[in-house]
């Protein structure tokens, strides 16, 4: 990822318009800020929610509160509670997936 040129930009994430996503089970809320191809949200996800398909994009991931888990598609799971998170590059690893059984908030830069 390279950050392409941009001026010092205050945003209050909160006051961002969310769009909402449907999971195969529960909802994810985005507070979505673009710069070129960089993407930046703060996401939200619901009690319950799983993502309906499996992603190869890179993220870096910081989970703000509740707890995340993920899933590779080889069959590997992590767990990351506030205050972990994890990096991965676009098509670097098997795809993944994210779930959560009590919600969880993170800051995603992909």
């Known amino acids: 990822m390279k950050l392409p040129p941009l001026p010092f930009t205050a945003v209050h994430w909160d006051a961002l318009p969310a769009t909402e996503h ?3 089970t529960g909802t ?10 960089v993407r930046m949200r703060v996401v939200e996800y619901s009690p319950g929610y ?7 994009r890179g993220h870096v991931i910081y989970v703000l ?3 995340l888990q993920t899933e590779l598609k080889d069959g590997r799971r992590f767990t990351f509670p506030a205050g972990h998170g994890y990096t991965v590059s676009d098509f670097g690893d098997p795809a993944h997936r994210s779930s959560t059984v009590t919600g969880a908030k993170l800051f995603i830069v992909d």
């Open 50 to 56: 799983l993502a309906d398909h499996w992603c190869d």
């Open 65 to 67: 509160e509740g707890e």
């Open 22 to 24: 449907k999971g195969e």
């Open 28 to 37: 994810a809320l985005w507070r979505t800020l673009n710069n070129g191809d």
